[in-house]
Structures are given as structure tokens and as C-alpha cells.
């Protein structure tokens, strides 16, 4: 079943689906949809130094975007608004990467593949390191979820409930450097926020309980890995962006018929 | 036994000391109230109580076992995120329907239970927050400000709330309140702030008090009292040079 490359690709989007469902809907609640960018940009300088130390690329991503993401966490309030800094650190850290990319002479890779991602080739290894991550993510926030939400209400009441929101910030730190570093090959470092982001939007007019965004926001990205493979193989286009446009268009969708249900 | 005791507090955030020396208990029961000027430290004071800021010198001390209630001074809750007041109550280890329901009760809105946070109003919001704040049955009430952005109906309706939940269950109350006319009648004790105890004591006693006076006007009772800042107010100058010394 896992010789054809259209079934790893496809167990890779429903993955990264997965792991980016409750994660998303986190970034989406805190308002860190740039702050998920950031990240996921850094990643790229990431891929740069391990192709130059012959390291694993996911190793290395997810290394330097959580270098990244924990630089962000350290700077915050301290002068610039959070959009100012955020702005800063990720167009800087593609652009390094970008410039870094350029000094491996002798090794000819292909940039696009790691920009907008290369599902089509998803070997079996990387499926095991796409699980295993989204799993990993998956359990992480499951472990936290009531502190996680608490946090995410008020810092001032989870003070008051026995909770450290910057714990719980940090948790969430991880989790986003874990699944950034296993949607690179499946989106690509440029469309990754667009995985965390749509599904959980799309989700909120269907969604009457926190969880529920996150199972609802699941299955968005999932399907929209489905039927993105599947229009990128028909009409021979991009995977990564088809499966993004085709999570765009559910949220268009959704969200017009939800403007529709509350003006009626 | 004191149900919180505050001994020599200071905060400091970087250069910039926002409350000095600051001592305070609080008994069962009673009715306390913290007035002062924007920036006096008031909800600083709350938030070293609650655990939320570590003090820079002195400490705070819960007494054994003290279950404390909080109600912050604003929340806002993304309308992305979708909540049921119930789930908000029992956030974040859980409380049983009946508890939930009880605490709604107290809070003067039985019905909301059901609703979702993102569509409640302003005063069914405030509401809620003090329901949220019962549910542990506790021991002490802290609220900072919980009537801002309430009409003058509504934040007295809040304040009468405030005290049936004090005669029902005994609990100590420590509240911040700009409303002074509200502070008078209502508390046991007030506690003016500037920065450190500019005066303490009965509402009788602090109205009267020249340092209060300096501060909000010795208008009728405070009740239309301007927060006016005299910077030739003796306190106001120990402050500000104690100020320099620490740059």
C-alpha cells in the first residue's frame, strides 16, 4: 500500500492535518498567527545548516525554529509591539536562510521543494517522522489542554487556578517548532501558518465547544489534503498550494454560509 | 489567623517602583476596599496576592488552606474561541454541574449557563466573572474594578450582588473600586494607595484623613471627588525622591 506515492502522500497531509488541527486553533485563540510564521520561516535557515552539516533536515528545523520561536518568546514587551518584532525576525531569518542556502556550492537542491514543499515525495521514513511528530504534538497539547485554555482566557486567572501561563507559552512554543518542522515536507515552510491557520477559521462557525473546533478543524485539513492531492494530480498543479487553495475555498464556504445562519 | 498577610511589599518592574513597603491583612468576613489614583499599584498589590507578580522585597502570605476568588479586571475572550459559560466555570480541573449552577445562582444569572462567552453583555460578563470566582466556595473575594465599563444601574446592581454573596457565604471581599460613593457605604475598611499607605482605616476615618483628601478632594464624601494629583502633597514628594534615589 505504501509503494504508491500518492498514499504516502496523502497519509502525510492527513498527518500534518492532524498535529496542525489543535495547534492552529491555539494560534488562532492567542492571536500568533505571525508568531507561527516567524517560526516556520526561521525553519528554512534551519534546512540550510543541516544540508551543510550533512544533518537531518527535520533535526535541523525544528532546532533552529525553536531557537526562533524561543527568541520571540524572550523579546516580547520589551519596546517593540510584538507585529514590529515579528516582522523583523521573519523576514530576517528567511532572508539568511535564503543567502545561507545560496553558499552550498557542490550540493545542487532544489529550493522550491523546501519553500512550498515536495509531498509527492514523501518517502516511508519520513512518513514515520511525520506521525511521530504529529503524535508527539498531539499529546502534548492533549496532556494541557484545560491549563492550556485557562492560560489562553487570562494570564491573571491562571495565576489565581495554580497555573504558569508562561509554561503553557512555552508548551506551545514546542509544539509549534515540532510541527514546522514536520509540514516542511509536505507545504513547505512558506504555506505552513496557511495548514495551522484556515482549518481552525473554517472551523469556528461549525463549533460550539473548544474541542470541537479542534476534532472539526482535523478533518477541514484533512479532506483538504484529500481533495488537494487529488485536484494536483488532475489538473497538474502544485500539491502543497492546491491542498492550501482548497482549504481556502472550504473557509470561504464556511464562513459565508455561517454570516448567513446568524443574520437570519 | 489572618486569611492573607502582606508584609513590607514592594514591587518593582525594571527601574520603576510601583509599590513600596506596602503592609496589609485582611480578616474573615470583612469588606476592604483599595482606592487610589491610576498608577498607584492597586491592582499590583491584587496580583502579588494572587501570585501573579513576585515581590521585589517583602512577602505575601496566605493563611492555611485559604481558598481565594479572583475577578480580573478585564477579559477579553477571542469570539474565535468558542465557550459555553458553563465550560468557562469549570475550567480549569473541573466543577460539578450543581456547583456551576449554584455559583451562577449567587451571582444574580441562573439562566446563562448554557450561552456562549462571545455573546454575553457587558454586566452579564462581569457576572459571570464573580460566578467563576464562587465556584470554589472561597474564603476571600478579590475583584479589581469589576464594575469598569458598567452604566451607573448596572454597576450598583453589581455591588448589592457583591454583598448578598458576602451575607450568604461569609466571605472576606478585597476589592479596587473608583467608585467612591460606592467604597464608602459598602466597606469595613478602606485602604488608600499611592505607591505605599497614604491612610487606612474605617470609611469615616480615611474620608477625613488629610492625605485622602489631598488625593481625591474633600468633596461629599468623595462622591464627586476628582482624581487630582497634588505634587506638593508631602507623600507625593517622598515618593518621587525615594523615586530618584532608586535610578
Request: with cysteine; charged share 15%; hydrophobic share 50%.
Amino acid at each position: 500500500m505504501l509503494d504508491d506515492f500518492m498514499m504516502r502522500a496523502t497519509l502525510a497531509g492527513i498527518g500534518v492535518a492532524f498535529a496542525a488541527a489543535p495547534l492552529g486553533c491555539f494560534v488562532v485563540w492567542r492571536r500568533m498567527a505571525y508568531f507561527g510564521d516567524a517560526t516556520a520561516h526561521a525553519a528554512i535557515l534551519g534546512i540550510a545548516l543541516s544540508l551543510a552539516l550533512s544533518i537531518s533536515v527535520f533535526a535541523g528545523a525544528l532546532v533552529i525554529a525553536l531557537v526562533m520561536a524561543l527568541t520571540v518568546n524572550l523579546l516580547t514587551g520589551r519596546g517593540y509591539a510584538m507585529d514590529t518584532l515579528l516582522g523583523v525576525l521573519a523576514h530576517s531569518a528567511l532572508a539568511f536562510g535564503l543567502v545561507a542556502v545560496s553558499f552550498l556550492s557542490g550540493i545542487r537542491i532544489d529550493l522550491m521543494a523546501y519553500l512550498f514543499g515536495d509531498i509527492l515525495a514523501v518517502s516511508r521514513s519520513d512518513l514515520v517522522v511525520i506521525w511521530g511528530g504529529a503524535a508527539l504534538v498531539v499529546a502534548l497539547i492533549g496532556w494541557r489542554w484545560s491549563d492550556l485554555l485557562t492560560a489562553t482566557l487570562n494570564e491573571d486567572l491562571a495565576y489565581a487556578s495554580g497555573i504558569d501561563p508562561k509554561r503553557e507559552q512555552l508548551v506551545l512554543t514546542l509544539a509549534l517548532a515540532i510541527t514546522v518542522a514536520v509540514a516542511i515536507k509536505v507545504v513547505g515552510v512558506l504555506l505552513i501558518a496557511a495548514m495551522l491557520i484556515i482549518p481552525a477559521a473554517a472551523a469556528r462557525p461549525l463549533s460550539r465547544t473548544p474541542e470541537g473546533m479542534a476534532v472539526v478543524a482535523a478533518g477541514i485539513g484533512s479532506i483538504s489534503a484529500l481533495v488537494g492531492l487529488r485536484a494536483a494530480y488532475v489538473f497538474d498543479t502544485p500539491a502543497g498550494p492546491s491542498i492550501v487553495c482548497v482549504a481556502a475555498l472550504i473557509f470561504a464556504a464556511l464562513s459565508i454560509v455561517g454570516s448567513l445562519r446568524t443574520s437570519t | 489567623m489572618s486569611l492573607v498577610d502582606v508584609e513590607n511589599l514592594s514591587i518593582r518592574y525594571g527601574a520603576n517602583t510601583v509599590l513600596s513597603n506596602v503592609s496589609l491583612s485582611i480578616d474573615a468576613g470583612e469588606i476592604v476596599t483599595i482606592v487610589g489614583p491610576n498608577g498607584s499599584g492597586k491592582t499590583s498589590l491584587l496580583r502579588a496576592i494572587i501570585g501573579a507578580v513576585k515581590p521585589s522585597k517583602g512577602r505575601v502570605t496566605l493563611g492555611r488552606d485559604v481558598r481565594l476568588g479572583y475577578v480580573p479586571q478585564k477579559l477579553h475572550i477571542d469570539p474565535t474561541l468558542p465557550m459555553s459559560v458553563a465550560r468557562f466555570l469549570a475550567l480549569p480541573h473541573g466543577v460539578a454541574p450543581a456547583q456551576i449552577e449554584a455559583a451562577l445562582k449567587q451571582a444574580g444569572v441562573p439562566e446563562l449557563a448554557m450561552a456562549q462567552m462571545s455573546r454575553l453583555s457587558g454586566g452579564q460578563f462581569q457576572r459571570v466573572l464573580l460566578a467563576r470566582a464562587l465556584t470554589g466556595d472561597p474564603q476571600l473575594l478579590i475583584l479589581d474594578e469589576a464594575t469598569q465599563g458598567l452604566d451607573q444601574p448596572g454597576s450598583a446592581a453589581f455591588y448589592q450582588q457583591i454583598e448578598k454573596v458576602r451575607r450568604d457565604t461569609g466571605c472576606a471581599v478585597l476589592m479596587i473600586s473608583h467608585e467612591l460613593h460606592v467604597v464608602m457605604s459598602a466597606s469595613d475598611r478602606v485602604v488608600c494607595l499611592n505607591g505605599h499607605v497614604c491612610c487606612e482605616g474605617t470609611p469615616e476615618v480615611v474620608a477625613s484623613a488629610p492625605e485622602y483628601r489631598a488625593l481625591f478632594g474633600s468633596g461629599t464624601m468623595g462622591a464627586l471627588a476628582l482624581y487630582r494629583h497634588d505634587h506638593d502633597h508631602a507623600h507625593d514628594a517622598s515618593n518621587h525622591t525615594k523615586k530618584k534615589a532608586a535610578e
